[in-house]
């Protein structure tokens, strides 16, 4: 047959497929989110198979193995005890703290390695919402905006490099910068979490917190998951107000989100492949149906061809392991 152009040389051997090769992963992009609670032991959380609540020693340890598969960087989630927790979440900034308390340990032990902490009030509130909840039932916007204030500048005091926003309140990326620069962090990163849908993928994470919104959902400030240009729009608003990062959430199932956002900024972006996403494969390759370590990396590479520089995932480890 007479067919000159045939794409097929270009994959006709794993040398060939490498040197044409788009998109690559690295351990590099990756952010490990770990989870820990105020207790000495390590414990598996049913909701993640695979994933633990650690012990600030337990947490330790987990960095060690991460920083030697070529991991640079952790986002914290704690689960607070009950008794802790109360409807204007005073725990969040406390610098005795769980979450403080394991930045310190982390930095004395890991100094090379970049701590992310997540700003918002849901492991804190007795309410189980991001923000802080009116007797009407509605998110107080301005009232929680100060409160995630003084919870960044408390993670920012006990050393957190990058303060990471996923309570989706207006105007709070403005408020955090200026805090941060007033009280001395002008190098203190934001990443924010721009376009965070209201998702059932986030079922188990809320499992494994034990955070979910005691009555009421999250649709009046995360994000419709109809809408596209919404995302821009907070894009846009991010940018203005000086983040430094931007971030989608979920992943797998928002590609076209990533790649709109890609196009509409310059800013890194950030995607975040959630405890669904995650469970989605682990429970399909433990039932034998799915081949875990090919669907690890074909929906990384995905999420990455798509836009996103870097990725928050439980595989972070096993990803590293396998690319190494
Ligand atoms: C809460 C928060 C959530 C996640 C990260 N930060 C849950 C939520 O918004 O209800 C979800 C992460 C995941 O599902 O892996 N601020």
Not at 23 to 39: G, K, N, R, V
Not at 203 to 218: E, T, V
Not at 261 to 283: C, D, N
Not at 284 to 304: F, M, P
Request: hydrophobic content about 40%; glycine content about 8%; proline content about 5%.
């Amino acid at each position: 047959m007479n067919i000159p152009i045939r794409p097929r040389r270009n994959r006709k051997n794993p040398v060939i497929r490498g040197l044409s090769r788009e998109t690559q992963l690295s351990p590099a992009d990756f952010i490990y989110p770990l989870f820990l609670h105020d207790e000495s032991s390590n414990d598996a959380i049913d909701s993640m198979p695979g994933c633990h609540r650690w012990s600030i020693d337990g947490l330790l340890g987990e960095i060690s193995d991460a920083k030697a598969l070529g991991i640079g960087a952790v986002v914290l989630f704690p689960a607070i005890a009950d008794s802790l927790k109360n409807p204007k979440a005073v725990e969040s900034h406390n610098p005795e703290g769980l979450v403080p308390r394991a930045i310190r340990a982390i930095k004395k032990t890991h100094p090379d390695i970049t701590v992310i902490t997540d700003v918002a009030l849901d492991p804190y509130n007795s309410d189980g919402h991001d923000g802080i909840v009116a007797r009407d039932g509605r998110i107080k916007n301005d009232k929680t905006i100060e409160i995630l204030c003084s919870q960044a500048i408390c993670q920012a005091q006990a050393g957190a490099d990058i303060v990471a926003p996923s309570d989706m309140m207006d105007g709070r990326v403005a408020a955090l910068r200026n805090a941060l620069d007033t009280e001395g962090f002008k190098e203190g990163s934001i990443m924010s979490y721009t376009a965070k849908y209201a998702s059932a993928f986030y079922g188990p994470f809320r499992g494994a917190l034990d955070s979910a919104p005691k009555s009421g959902d999250k649709k009046t400030y995360q994000m419709d998951y109809a809408n596209t240009r919404e995302a821009i729009r907070e894009a846009h608003l991010d940018e203005d107000e000086g983040a430094d990062v931007l971030m989608v959430k979920p992943a797998g199932a928002y590609l076209d989100i990533i790649q709109r956002m890609r196009e509409s900024t310059h800013l890194p972006i950030a995607a975040y492949q959630v405890s669904g996403e995650y469970l989605m494969i682990k429970s399909a390759s433990a039932a034998g149906w799915l081949d875990e370590e090919k669907i690890v990396l074909e929906t990384l590479t995905a999420i990455e061809r798509a836009g996103a520089d870097m990725t928050l995932t439980y595989f972070a480890k096993e990803a590293a392991r396998l690319l190494g």
